[in-house]
T-cell receptor
Framework: NAGVTQTPKFRVLKTGQSMTLLCAQD?????MYWYRQDPGMGLRLIHY???????AKGEVPDGYNVSRLKKQNFLLGLESAAPSQTSVYFC???????????FGPGTRLTVT | AQSVTQLDSQVPVFEEAPVELRCNYS??????LFWYVQYPNQGLQLLLK??????LVKGINGFEAEFNKSQTSFHLRKPSVHISDPAEYFC???????????FGKGTTLSVSS
């Protein structure tokens, strides 16, 4: 099993550009999450999904949109990138009644 | 709201010395506690978790943690640090299954020989 994978691994955007980050999991997990990691801030939840077709806002949702059209995929979109969105983005997934989350390798995004 | 405080942002130790990484949490209800490790340029890997039962939890790579409800702490310990242990360590708390983890800001462990 590949576990949780993220595409791309690195990306550089200019201010105002858009992009989509893809997260895929092959563990048949119901729940999926997007976090961002900034130096000295730990990880903060952006959006999450409790099942196909459902999404919800986390702690820092502004400037991001998400979609969960298929159970195994969770997409994070930036419609108009800003330098404040320079960060490392992690996707995670978990079973419905499990406390353990499995993390992907991360996407390092730089917005200039 | 729940919060997690990692009391040390950086902890330098010598190889084979013991180490403790401190974590305190705030919550008025039951919580579930985790320690994750992040090696350079990698994702997060679960070290150990406390859900219920014995307050002393053993994890991978020789790490253990003790849940102390009265002090609202979940400190991570290793009796003898290995040269491969340098990484970022995150303490996290969850209120219930399927909800987001609340992370501390992380502690950087460095090891010198």
């Amino acid at each position: 099993n590949a576990g949780v994978t993220q595409t791309p691994k690195f990306r550089v955007l200019k201010t105002g550009q858009s992009m989509t980050l893809l997260c895929a999991q092959d563990m048949n997990h119901e729940y999926m999450y997007w976090y961002r990691q900034d130096p000295g801030m730990g990880l903060r939840l952006i959006h999450y999904s409790v099942g196909e077709g459902t999404t919800a806002k986390g702690e820092v949702p502004d400037g991001y949109n998400v979609s969960r059209l298929k159970k195994q995929n969770f997409l994070l979109g930036l419609e108009s990138a800003a330098p404040s969105q320079t960060s490392v983005y992690f996707c995670a997934s978990s079973y419905v009644f499990s406390y353990e989350q499995y993390f992907g390798p991360g996407t390092r995004l730089t917005v200039t | 709201a729940q919060s997690v405080t990692q009391l040390d942002s950086q902890v330098p130790v010598f190889e084979e010395a013991p180490v403790e990484l401190r974590c305190n949490y705030s919550s008025s209800v039951s919580v579930y506690l985790f320690w994750y490790v992040q090696y350079p340029n990698q994702g997060l890997q679960l070290l150990l978790k406390y859900l219920s039962g014995s307050t002393l939890v053993k994890g991978i790579n020789g790490f253990e943690a003790e849940f102390n409800k009265s002090q609202t702490s979940f400190h991570l310990r290793k009796p003898s640090v290995h040269i491969s242990d340098p990484a970022e360590y995150f303490c996290a708390v969850s209120k219930q299954a399927g909800t987001a983890l609340i992370f501390g800001k992380g502690t950087t462990l460095s090891v010198s020989s």
